[in-house]
């Protein structure tokens, strides 16, 4: 799928990634979440290699704990992350001005639970004009009938549907990107 007119080396322009809420005390419970996990950190890493913001949000902390470290270690020094109580993110005046401006017009969203804070965020972020890819692989709930449902959702919403592996290749659109050896090295191993 060509998400762009002209062939660039950066097939989603202006991306924001977004990481929903990936904390210490929600993340045990989600389905699969070891494959989950491993899939945020190498999205993560991913970033690092093709140079992709970061924006992180922490529902109510006090409760939930911070970001599972596995995530944070990967972090660039200053990525945002945000706390918030609202289940959207949007419905957060901070993260909504932050990515009001950021002049971002893809926002990849990955996180948990799927059919609440991420589900609900990609449907504010739809509603707001916001061209919105979701990894599937990178996004979880604590049932398995709630994650299906949430795609469903979220697809019927005008969001982007695929997986980490795809955006990856995507956005490189080419073996020919500067970053490309590299990403087979770290990333592809």
Do not use: W
């Amino acid at each position: 799928m060509n998400l762009i007119a002209e062939p660039t080396h950066n097939a989603l322009p202006k991306a924001l990634i977004m990481l929903i809420d990936l904390q210490h005390k929600l993340l045990p419970h989600i389905a699969n979440s070891q494959a989950l996990l491993e899939n945020v950190v190498k999205l993560t890493r991913f970033c690092e290699i093709a140079s992709l913001p970061i924006l992180v949000t922490e529902q109510y902390p006090e409760g939930l704990g911070p970001t599972v470290g596995e995530i944070k270690a990967e972090l660039k020094t200053g990525t945002p992350i945000i706390t918030k109580t609202t289940f959207s993110c949007l419905k957060d005046s901070e993260i909504a001005e932050f990515i009001a401006n950021s002049n971002h017009s893809n926002i990849i969203v990955a996180g948990i639970e799927s059919h609440i804070c991420v589900s609900q965020t990609v449907c504010d972020l739809r509603a707001a004009s916001h061209v919105v890819h979701v990894l599937a692989d990178c996004i979880g709930s604590r049932s398995e009938i709630d994650h299906t449902i949430a795609i469903q959702k979220m697809r019927t919403a005008g969001a982007v549907i695929t997986t980490l592996e795809a955006f990856m290749y995507e956005t490189l659109t080419s073996s020919k990107h500067p970053a490309f050896k590299r990403f087979m090295a770290e990333i592809m191993k």
